[in-house]
């Protein structure tokens, strides 16, 4: 799947190297590949060809989270809702805030972030995980609970393998820690 997303970025690439979507499925086939930095680089590019581009601004966003770059995830939210206040993705945006609030330890943060993010439309059960964890790690044990047969009814055996695919977080530390919360959940 990712050598195919690659071989038609580039092919759209040598069509027009200017076109932003073109260089968004660039930096999405990198972040496929687990090179969330490369891919960083042709978000970017997606972004500065066309200002306006939300979803460029989110993925970008949703790679700087993988490797806790903090402020790029905020500035990143900040413009992708900004630019799309109601856009369908919003519980992704408001959740890749979370995730980069509780590798921060901001926990608080994040539990109030992932809490909206999960009440959104279309929230799925990675999204109500993010807002189990995110309330463990709060201490807001009722909040947790609260999530729990949210996630359990939405996607039934969810565990931190399906988490961590979807959240290839790079840094060991933070993957322990939301790995140990999930996993006391009984995920």
Known sequence: MASAARHHAERGLELDPLDPFIN????RSFWLTDEPNTAALWLDRATQLNPNYAQGFYARAFTAMLVGEQAHVDRGIDAAV???????????????????????????????????????????????????????????????????????????????????????IHDPAARRRLGDEIRRRGL
Request: charged content about 15%; hydrophobic content about 55%.
């Open 24 to 27: 968004f499925n660039m930096g």
């Open 82 to 168: 900004r630019l799309s206040p109601l856009d369908p993705l919003l519980y992704g945006m408001l959740g890749v805030r979370a995730l980069a609030l509780m590798q921060a330890g901001r926990h608080d943060e994040a539990a109030d972030w992932a809490d909206r993010a999960a009440a959104a439309p279309g929230a799925h059960f990675l999204i109500a995980m993010i807002a189990l964890v995110a309330n463990g790690l709060a201490g807001r044990e009722a909040q947790a609970q609260h999530w729990l047969p949210i996630v359990r009814r939405r996607r039934p055996g969810a565990n931190a393998h399906h988490f961590f695919a979807a959240f290839p």
